[in-house]
């Protein structure tokens, strides 16, 4: 199958289908409401009938956590990886992320693959310690950020502090959008400032369907609000004059942000979320490659995957690459070549996942997230063309901070458990180092967050049936190093060089002394901070 990439109507659809496209994900420390505010933005897209329509913290949590169950429920396309939704002339892909900070590795790669991220901030705690990390990630990707300021119906902080807040931790500058009429605790409305008007929400049915909004003229506002009025006016006018006015450049170069304020649990402020995502968020554009040089969206098929998944259904033991559409349109049946290997891949048998039910997607648009069902030879960063050879950079591997040794329980299940370890790095579920000192045996499993070898441990055992043991090493910290650094260190305490499967030499240090302690000791190797801290 070939793309005609010069047939002057086939180019300027896909121009179109990418200009509409808002590719998403939401950033927040857990607890600050990323799972009501997805519920509340598919509410809102008139997608679904009610949202949280169970009462209480389990059923809610299990209703949204488990999204192939809400897909089922409540008849929406949702995929574990994606939720896309159509709200006014745009199509919305939010993608999803963990909430755990143990798999914020997982977040770093579906961040690669959005091209906006809104950073859901509680009213009550400020930036919290994982908001700031995943903002590093943002800064680091150069990705434009909205700000939200959520559970305002909640008593919280003042909202001039939370923005110098905003303004010192994370250095953007902050531009209101919307402004919270009443303190946090009595959440009346908002100044919309784009419009200049007071959008006043009204509690409906406990957030359970889309918020009632009536509108009103800053006169008006003045009358019924009084105090509350002119204060939203005073403050938003305080932030507008000591940073800037609405700058869509400074939002997309990463250095400003749009302030929001909300509170998804009773559905408040959530479409004014979507209408800044769909008139200022930037829209699926060409992607550099690994050379730096964009490809055109209009080019042939082209993207990437960011995210591998094993075990959603159990019954098949199935393995979902999940795809990040880069370039051209993505065709059912297609047979694309795979970048790393040179193999040809046939999609003839890959369906979009959505939920539980496999839905077959005929076609997908840059911007668009597709899951190849059975991609098992796919790996995460893997780039995948129609024509037109193209690589994609790779996402980086973030810096460990807990090392085990693995060994299987079964010495005679060594095949399977070297397979099972493999799949599990290609997956990106863990990562794996190797020294010749250590042998085939017994690698060395490297995490960011403990729980990551608890997800191994499971998988080794129930899909891979070869146990193993685990065994903790003293080491906490790791530096980027070379060849030279392995025999040199081999006999020094508190350290430890292995070889990571991506070709890097990792230096592991029991603690910060001890590498002070071998800078100082063999000034000649080298020790480089890993660039993607968690
Ligand atoms: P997460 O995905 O970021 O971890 O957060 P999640 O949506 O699960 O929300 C965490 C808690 O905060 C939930 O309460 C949720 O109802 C509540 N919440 C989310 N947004 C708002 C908001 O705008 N206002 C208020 N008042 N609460 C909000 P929970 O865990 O069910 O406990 P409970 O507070 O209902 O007892």
């Known amino acids: 199958m070939s793309q005609d990439v010069l047939n002057p109507a086939r180019v300027q659809e896909i121009h179109q289908e990418a200009a509409r496209r808002r590719t998403f994900a939401v950033i927040s420390h857990p607890d600050a409401g990323k799972s009501t505010l997805t519920e509340a933005l598919a509410l809102h897209a008139k997608v679904i009938g009610t949202a949280g329509a169970s009462s209480g913290k389990a059923n809610r949590k299990e209703t949204v956590s488990d999204w192939m169950q809400m897909e089922k429920d409540r008849g929406i396309s949702i995929s574990s990886a994606a939720l896309q939704f159509s709200y006014r002339d745009s199509v919305i892909n939010l993608l999803d992320t963990p909430g755990h900070a143990d798999f914020s590795e997982d977040t770093y790669r579906v961040l690669a693959a959005v091209d906006c991220a809104v950073m859901l901030v509680d009213a009550a705690k400020g930036l919290e310690t994982q908001t700031m990390k995943l903002f590093e990630v943002c800064k680091q990707r150069n990705l434009p950020i909205i700000t939200v300021i959520n559970k305002w119906d909640r008593p919280g902080l003042d909202a001039l502090a939370l923005m110098d807040e905003i303004t010192e931790r994370t250095g953007l500058q902050p531009m209101p959008l919307t402004w919270a009429v009443g303190i946090s605790g009595d959440f009346r409305g908002v100044w919309d400032l784009r419009n200049d008007r007071f959008a006043r929400f009204q509690r409906n049915n406990a957030g359970a369907s889309i918020a009632l909004t009536e509108y009103f003229t800053p006169e008006e506002a003045s009358d019924s609000q009084g105090v509350d009025w002119s204060n939203a006016v005073d403050e938003a006018g305080l932030v507008i004059e000591s940073n800037l006015e609405f700058d869509v450049d400074a939002f997309h170069a990463g250095t400003a942000t749009p302030i929001l304020f909300s509170s998804a ?148 299940k060594f095949k399977q458990f070297r397979r099972g370890i493999e799949q599990l790095e290609h997956e990106g579920v863990i990562q794996v180092l190797r020294s010749d000192l250590r042998g085939d045996q017994s690698p060395v499993l490297a995490a960011v967050g403990p729980m990551q070898f608890e997800v191994v441990e499971d998988r080794m055992e129930h899909d891979f049936n070869a146990p193993l043991r685990l065994e903790r090493l003293p080491y906490s910290m790791a530096r980027i190093s070379t060849p030279e650094a392995m025999p040199a260190l081999a006999n020094v305490v508190g350290a430890e060089v292995l070889l990571r499967s991506d070709g890097e030499y990792l230096a592991l240090f029991n603690d910060i002394w001890a590498l002070r302690r071998i800078e100082k000791n063999h000034p000649g190797l080298t020790l480089v901070p890993i660039g993607t801290h968690n």
């Open 265 to 412: 649990a009773l559905n408040f402020g959530v479409k004014e979320l979507l209408d800044v995502l769909v008139d200022f968020a930037p829209h699926a554009a060409p992607r550099p490659d690994v050379e730096g040089s964009p490809r055109p969206v209009e080019s042939a098929f082209s993207g990437f995957v960011f995210k591998v998944q094993a075990g959603m259904n159990k019954a098949h033991r199935d393995h979902v690459a999940f795809i990040r559409v880069c370039s051209g349109v993505f065709e059912r049946g297609m047979v694309v070549t795979q970048t790393r290997t040179g193999k040809s891949f046939a999609t003839k048998y890959a369906q979009q996942v959505f939920g539980r039910e496999r839905e077959v997607i005929d076609e997908a648009y840059p911007g668009d997230v597709v899951g190849l069902v059975n991609a098992s030879t796919l790996r995460v960063g893997d780039s995948l063309f129609l024509e037109g050879a193209v690589e994609y950079p790779a996402i980086p591997l973030f810096a460990p901070e807990h090392f085990q040794v693995a060994r299987s329980k079964d010495p005679s």
